[in-house]
């Protein structure tokens, strides 16, 4: 019994460390980039675009499919930030401890 208690301790604390994580999600932000930097997309830890930055460069009308593009592979580049940056940051609350298939953190 004396190990159930520990456990249960264990999985207390860990429930505190991921509602910490979840709190700060919303204030870290990554930043994809395409095009050499001239699309930049911005989100947040949950995965909400905060910004979007395109070169006027790009703004002609015959541009426009390159412009989808470019927007596409910046936010699919800030989105793969954004699971690596979460893929550690659980790493660091759960101790390194592997996750069980399928385990999402609520809110995401």
């Known amino acids: 019994m004396k ?6 301790k264990q999985v207390q604390a ?5 509602a910490d994580m979840q ?5 870290l932000t990554v930043t994809g980039q ?8 911005t989100l947040n830890g949950k995965n909400l675009m905060q910004s ?3 070169d006027d460069s790009l703004m002609k009308p015959d541009e426009k499919e390159i412009l989808e ?3 596409m592979a910046a936010y ?4 793969a930030k954004v699971d690596q940056m979460v893929a550690d940051q659980m790493k ?3 101790g390194g401890m592997a996750l069980p298939p399928g385990f999402n953190i609520p809110g995401m």
């Open 3 to 8: 190990n159930l208690g520990n456990m249960m």
């Open 14 to 18: 860990m429930q505190s460390k991921m």
């Open 23 to 27: 709190a700060r999600l919303d204030d």
């Open 34 to 41: 395409a095009g050499a930097g001239m699309v930049k997309v």
């Open 52 to 54: 979007i930055e395109v």
């Open 69 to 71: 593009d470019l927007l």
């Open 76 to 79: 699919n580049e800030a989105r």
């Open 92 to 94: 660091d609350v759960t």
